[in-house]
Nanobody, 124 residues
Framework: VQLQASGGGLVQAGGSLKLSCAAS????????VGWFRQAPGKEREFVAALRWSGGSTYYSDSAKGRFTMSRDNAKTMVYLQMNSLKPEDTAVYYC??????????????????WGQGTQVTVSS
């Protein structure tokens, strides 16, 4: 079971990055799939999530209006398009999957499959 996140890098403030997450050995079907991030010295926090079966996509307040989560059903991949990046967006970004119900989708403890993370660094 593996989730592979990629697409991180160094970008200037105001720039954009698109993260990708590919799954192997685990299906997204009937699961919630989310993006979380962890900055040095801080707890891992929710960024965005969706249910593979459909419905709304959920965003943290800091992500709303700047980040867009999408998916490719055929490739079993999810993406996180990040625009207008800020230095405070600097973190390791993780994709995760789990059987979270809608009320749990922002809770990292509801996800039991995690990728290795990809570093995003935004310079000022």
């Amino acid at each position: 079971v593996q989730l592979q996140a990629s697409g991180g890098g160094l970008v200037q403030a105001g720039g954009s990055l698109k993260l990708s997450c590919a799954a192997s050995g685990v299906t997204f079907r009937n699961r919630a799939v989310g993006w979380f991030r962890q900055a040095p010295g801080k707890e891992r926090e929710f960024v965005a999530a969706l249910r593979w079966s459909g419905g709304s996509t959920y965003y943290s307040d800091s992500a709303k209006g700047r980040f867009t989560m999408s998916r490719d059903n055929a490739k079993t991949m999810v993406y996180l398009q990040m625009n207008s990046l800020k230095p405070e967006d600097t973190a390791v970004y993780y994709c995760a999957a789990g059987n979270a119900i809608i009320s749990q989708m922002t809770n990292r403890d509801a996800y039991n499959f995690w990728g290795q993370g990809t570093q995003v660094t935004v310079s000022s």
